[in-house]
Each structure stands twice: as structure tokens, then as C-alpha cells.
């Protein structure tokens, strides 16, 4: 009669450094600090209609901000925007007739993300950042009229071009 004869069917034997090893194993990331696939998104879409995440990093140009929108549109709902670095939030220090002064004047944005260029750290919080927000999200009807107002806020907002000052 030997030990596995005792032992309910089920059941494995083995050693806590083996068990650890095969766990240590299973569970290699590509990048240690900055990998994206921890938080579940590593397959990269690049078809609008297979995506819910848009990040815009760089400036737009006004000849762009029409592609920009209609890719925004055939994107799948719910659907989110984060605006990385200071030319997507504002424009940056490209302030002329050909540059849109914020992507926010296109597409409503959910999260900025400040900087010229934003680290990789800056980029984990703001999706870390956007993971609680949907979290915290309403559903439904709700959902529907919130966007429709931040929408409609976002287009009719002045643009910073026409803004004096800074209690403008």
C-alpha cells in the first residue's frame, strides 16, 4: 500500500521549490517595468471597429482633425481617449493656423497626459488612471447622455487660440 493509494484522486505531490519554479516559469514578462500586457491589453487592433482606446500623441493638424474624428466614430462603444503630451492636449508650442489647439476640440478626452514626451510611467498612470474611471462609470442611459453633453461641451468650448489671458 503505498502513498498514493491514501491520497484523494486530485490531488498532486510535489515540492515547494519545484512548485515555485513551475510558477516563476508560467509567469516571464516581456518588459519588467512598463508592459502593457498586464493589464490585459497586448493585442494590438489596428482596425477602428475592433477598438475602444485611442491614444493621440503628437499635434494634429486641421487637415487630420476630419480622419481623426471619423475614425473616432467607427470606433466600437464604449469607447475612450487619452490625449498624450502637450501637442495633443494643447497643441504645444505649435500655436499657428495649422495646428488644432487641443485634441479635445475633435474628440472628447478622458484622460490628458501632460508632458513633452510623457514618460512611460506617465503613460501606466493615465491607463491605470482610466481603468478606475470605467470602473466608476454609469451604465445605460445615463452613460449615453454624459457623453452626449461632454460632446457637445468639448465642440462648442472656445478655442485657446481666441483666449486672453489667463482668467479667460
Not at 498624450?84 to 478622458?110: E, K, L, R, W
Request: charged content about 20%.
Amino acid at each position: 500500500m503505498g502513498l498514493e493509494e491514501k491520497i484523494p484522486s486530485g490531488f498532486v505531490l510535489t515540492t515547494v521549490e519545484k512548485l515555485a519554479g513551475y510558477m516563476r516559469k508560467n509567469s516571464l514578462w516581456p518588459a519588467a517595468k512598463y508592459d502593457i500586457s498586464r493589464f490585459g491589453m497586448e493585442v494590438f487592433r489596428a482596425s477602428p471597429r475592433q477598438a475602444d482606446l485611442m491614444i493621440v500623441a503628437g499635434r494634429v493638424s486641421n487637415k487630420m482633425a476630419p480622419v481623426l474624428r471619423q475614425i473616432y466614430d467607427q470606433m466600437a462603444a464604449p469607447k475612450w481617449v487619452i490625449a498624450m503630451g502637450a501637442c495633443a492636449s494643447s497643441g504645444g508650442m505649435f500655436n499657428n493656423y495649422a495646428i488644432v489647439q487641443g485634441v479635445d476640440h475633435v474628440v472628447p478626452v478622458d484622460i490628458y497626459l501632460p508632458g513633452c514626451p510623457p514618460r512611460p510611467e506617465m503613460l501606466m498612470d493615465a491607463i491605470l488612471k482610466l481603468h478606475s474611471k470605467i470602473y466608476d462609470e454609469k451604465l445605460g442611459s445615463n452613460r449615453a447622455e454624459i457623453i452626449k453633453e461632454v460632446e457637445l461641451a468639448a465642440m462648442n468650448a472656445k478655442p485657446t487660440i481666441e483666449m486672453k489671458g489667463l482668467l479667460a
